[in-house]
């Protein structure tokens, strides 16, 4: 179907927004055609979604009845997941390696949240007087959730499968990049059982589609995943309509390698932190802070291990690099680039586009080290989103701990070290939301994650992921036996 619908209410709808394309970073073909949704399709999806999740049929289910939806979605994408990790390699060029596993991802989270929903409990509060309280959890209503491209099938799960656990309607706004998988998966979930309505894809760019989403009052909280002055612009409409926003936003994450880190270990750590999804990654260890007693020996293991990756077409087997998700967005990360040769910076290595023939007609770009800079440099502050890792020097456990915390990021930081007590240390003196000691981007379900300062509000993740999307109501029982007032 070209171009391809939006889904709503169980079903493929056409949008009648202007038309955009979703093109292959790694050959610059087209992958396909898309209607941006206009206000009035916004209105239309979530005025369904609002009846759906109104319904006491979702709303008061059993967990373990909506439980066992959220199972069988999990098994409708095991089933077709060779089809979902090429969709996804073709429209942001991650490659195929990690889309299968970035499938695997979803899956897990969708029966996850399954196990969530079926086991959490409502509380009972500690009586102060002649009753009896309780707190129980209850649904939000419409839950919009608005996507980047970079993962968007591990973001999207993380989003839509918690948001259902807890019993609200969905409406997903995926990157106009990455449109496909949310569609696909959307369909799936109304296969599995999931009843129509509860799950909405509406694609478009953020200008058509996602403002009108967000300002939709029939939109009871908004969880966004993107960049940081996105998020912020989200937050101030939604603080107008006094709605919750969840926010998982940018970062500039520092990783620190000590003197007396496993050194062979902490290059493999810093390069798959960095040079993995070609830096395209929220939690990207971008500022490498390297103790100076050891800084030349690293920087030339480093160095060699950059030179090692291969990097093109994300489906050929060996390839460890495929492109950027975008051409507009290999000339951001060239300019950043620029800045910091401006910047007085060295090139270690990279700095360019690769020589091979083969890739001229994709977005791909050499993994990149800059030395020579200091931490107030434009490629040490701003988030590059690309294979691009700055190198910095520092002296002592204080030292680093002021230049890590000198960033208004905070979302993630890797710790490499022989010394548990100094990893601890500088685990809690780091302003960031996850911290790695001698591991980096290990992630799980299980464990929440979100960022301090301007990485982001809130936690996705975890039982407190299915909390995100309730509110919760405390009900009191009376048992005095006269007045009924304790
Ligand atoms: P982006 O902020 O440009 O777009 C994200 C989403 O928001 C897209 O779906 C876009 O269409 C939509 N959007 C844009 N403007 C909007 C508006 N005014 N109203 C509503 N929706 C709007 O980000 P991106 O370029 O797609 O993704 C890269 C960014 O995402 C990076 O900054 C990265 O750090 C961040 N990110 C964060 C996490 C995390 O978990 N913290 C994870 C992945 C990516």
Redesign the pocket.
């Known amino acids: 179907m070209n171009p391809r619908q939006n889904f709503v209410g169980g079903q493929p709808v056409a949008g009648t927004g202007p038309l955009f394309a979703s093109i292959d970073p790694a050959t610059g073909q087209r992958n396909g055609e898309f209607t941006s949704a206009s206000a009035a399709d916004v209105d239309a999806a979530v005025r369904i979604a609002a009846e759906a999740a109104g319904q006491t049929a979702w709303r008061t289910m059993r967990p373990h009845e909506r439980a066992r939806i959220l199972s069988r979605i999990a098994d409708g994408m095991a089933a077709c997941a060779e089809d979902l990790a090429a969709t996804q390699m073709q429209e942001n060029g991650k490659v195929i390696a990690e889309c299968r596993a970035q499938v695997a991802s979803a899956i897990a989270t969708y029966r996850y949240y399954a196990a969530v929903c079926e086991t959490t409990e409502s509380e009972l509060t500690p009586p102060r007087g002649d009753y009896l309280s309780m707190t129980v959890h209850e649904p939000i209503g419409v839950v919009a959730a608005?996507?980047?491209?970079?993962?968007p099938l591990t973001?999207e799960a993380q989003k839509v499968a918690p948001a259902l656990a807890a019993g609200n309607a969905v409406v997903l706004?995926?990157?106009?990049?990455t449109p496909t998988a949310a569609l696909d998966i959307a369909a799936i979930a109304v296969a599995a059982g999931l009843p129509p309505g509860l799950l909405n894809v509406l694609t478009g760019?953020?200008?058509d589609t996602?403002?009108a989403?967000?300002t939709h009052p029939s939109v009871g909280m908004v969880s966004?995943?993107?960049?940081?002055e996105?998020?912020r612009?989200?937050a101030r409409l939604c603080a107008d309509r006094l709605i919750p926003s969840a926010l998982?936003?940018?970062?500039k994450s520092p990783n620190i390698v000590f003197a007396d880190a496993d050194l062979d270990a902490a290059v493999d750590g810093v390069a798959g932190g960095i040079f993995e999804g070609s830096g395209q990654?929220?939690v990207a260890g971008s500022r490498l802070f390297v103790q100076r007693a050891i800084y030349d020996p690293f920087l030339d293991k480093l160095r060699a291990r950059a030179e090692a990756l291969r990097v093109g077409l994300p489906a050929q087997a060996g390839t460890t690099m495929g492109p950027l998700a975008s051409f507009p967005h290999r000339e951001r990360v060239e300019r950043f680039v620029q800045s910091a040769r401006d910047e007085g910076g060295a090139i270690v290595s990279g700095g360019r586009r690769p020589d091979d023939d083969a890739l001229a007609a994709g977005a791909f770009y050499l993994p990149t080290i800059i030395a020579g800079l200091n931490n107030a440099a434009t490629v040490c502050r701003q988030?590059i989103?690309g294979p691009v890792l700055c190198v910095l020097p520092f002296d002592d456990e204080d030292d680093v701990i002021a230049q890590a915390n000198d960033s208004v990021y905070g979302?993630a930081c890797g710790v490499w070290t022989g010394d548990y007590r100094k990893a601890w240390r500088v685990a809690r003196a780091v302003l960031a939301g996850t911290v790695w000691i001698n591991t980096y981007k290990q992630l799980s379900i299980a464990a929440p994650?979100g960022?301090f300062k301007h990485?982001?509000l809130g936690r996705e993740k975890g039982i407190q992921g299915m909390r995100l999307y309730q509110q919760s109501k405390s009900i009191y029982f009376g048992l005095a036996d006269a007045t009924g007032v304790a």
């Open positions: 608005i996507t980047p491209w970079n993962s973001m706004k995926p990157s106009e990049v760019t953020g200008v996602g403002a989403l967000v966004f995943t993107g960049g940081t996105t998020g612009a989200i998982e936003l940018g970062g990654s929220c988030e989103f979302l994650f960022g990485s982001g």
